[in-house]
């Protein structure tokens, strides 16, 4: 079984359908709609890549604040296209990541006891 295939449905879920997930247990199948998830999750991996692109943004934003744009919103939208293209180099390595060496299974919500 492919690393992108859907155990429910056994379709293949694509990149596209983990690179759109917020996070690696909140991807959702584009055939059959089941949570999926990857196990294990690398939690430390994805906090390291956000802190560096936190600070890469942050490095970035500070020398787009010097352009002279005609107005706030343009400076607004600069800005927020800017934080989504960043952010896209990030993204595809993490997902790479998840295909190559974790597991796609169907997410189960943890019970209390």
């Not at 790479?96 to 597991?103: A, G, N, P």
Request: proline fraction near 6%.
């Amino acid at each position: 079984m492919s690393k992108t295939q859907c155990p429910k449905c056994n379709v293949d879920i694509g990149l596209a359908s983990v690179m759109k997930a917020m996070f690696p247990n909140r991807i959702m199948c584009p055939h059959c709609g089941t949570r999926l998830t990857y196990k294990p999750v690398p939690w430390l991996m994805i906090i390291i890549c956000a802190f560096i692109y936190t600070l890469f943004l942050i490095l970035v934003l500070s020398h787009t604040s010097n352009l002279e744009l005609p107005n706030i919103f343009m400076n607004l939208a600069v800005n927020m296209v800017l934080v989504f293209l960043i952010w896209q180099p990030f993204d595809y390595l993490i997902t790479r990541h998840l295909i190559r060496s974790c597991q796609l299974s169907i997410y189960e919500k943890a019970k209390n006891v």
